[in-house]
DNA sequence: ATACATGTAATTGATATTGTTACAGATAAA
DNA sequence: TTTATCTGTAACAATATCAATTACATGTAT
């Protein structure tokens, strides 16, 4: 199991946009850059304006920033392009046997567990913004 | 995208042998507690076994525990039934475009966040036992 | 020998992901 | 107003994973 790659594509998208801040950041231009298709980042450029981190409008070529990159954490691309739900990190099978005590009571003592698990690994993505990828991709680049 | 449910199954099945300690845990007796075919836990019995958890022998009916609960981690299940890779809980698209200063780091700059993030996320799971699960559904049932 | 358990492979149905094609609708420019 | 270009979106296919199911080989005890 994987998390899917919008979230990772997401990132690419805004840090993109930011560093593409002159030109015109069209889905065609950001397919290159990702290398796929045209129409797998407009779904995705969808999700991200949808979350209010973008602006695109129909018809206008190109998606521009709709907050400030130091504004925009890693946790906010991932609810933003909706790869895991509240919860469901982990999944829990259903329906086990009432008549047995540990079926009876597995659900309800193992679901806080996978939630902090899956809290703690939300919260280092809360502490990231996209200010420091696009920043780390720039000490790599040598720009500044 | 959740992380399979194996994890939690395994985790029944470890609690399980336990609260069954004087009987015998048979595959069907744990897949009608779980509500699963006996070869869905029989293939997570292997996994279990492979991974040092619990002792099965073919031909000889019932599981039981290879260590204490109190030496087994949430972290040793889910590594034991393999429901998440190292490094790979998040992932990230392939061959974007090494012509853009994005495409040709984001890989890169992208990763250890992802890594850390997982990591923060296994260290919730090494820092709860099975003797706590046990102890968790015991409370419930009033048993002590 | 038999009965019964584990070990394991093959198959199926359901679901998610990613890519692809196609086209409607919006906008700007000629 | 016509044309070109872009976004928005739906439909579809290919692939992968998951979970359940069936079947059967293998091992053990009586």
Redesign the interface.
């Known amino acids: 199991?994987?998390?899917?790659?919008r979230?990772?594509?997401g990132?690419?998208i805004l840090?993109?946009i930011k560093?593409n801040n002159e030109g015109v950041t069209s889905s065609e231009f950001l397919a290159?850059?990702?290398?796929?298709n045209p129409a797998v980042i407009r779904k995705l450029m969808g999700m991200l304006k949808k979350a209010g981190l973008i602006e695109v409008h129909p018809g206008i070529a190109g998606a521009k920033l709709a907050k400030e990159l130091s504004c925009i954490t890693?946790f906010d691309v991932y609810k933003a392009v909706n790869?895991?739900q509240e919860k469901?990190?982990?999944?829990?099978?259903?329906?086990?046997?009432p008549d047995?005590?540990?079926?009876r009571?597995?659900q309800?003592?193992?679901e806080p567990?996978?939630t902090?698990?899956?809290l703690?690994?939300?919260?280092?993505?809360r502490n990231?913004t996209l200010e420091d990828?696009v920043r780390?991709?720039a000490t790599?680049?040598n720009?500044c």
Chains 1, 2 share one sequence.
């Open positions: 199991m994987s998390i899917s790659s979230f990772a594509v990132i690419h840090a993109l560093l290159t850059s990702v290398n796929t890693l790869v895991v469901e990190l982990f999944s829990i099978h259903e329906s086990p046997h047995c005590p540990v079926g009571n597995i309800n003592t193992i567990l996978f902090a698990a899956q703690a690994m939300e919260k280092v993505l990231v990828v780390d991709i790599k680049e720009i």
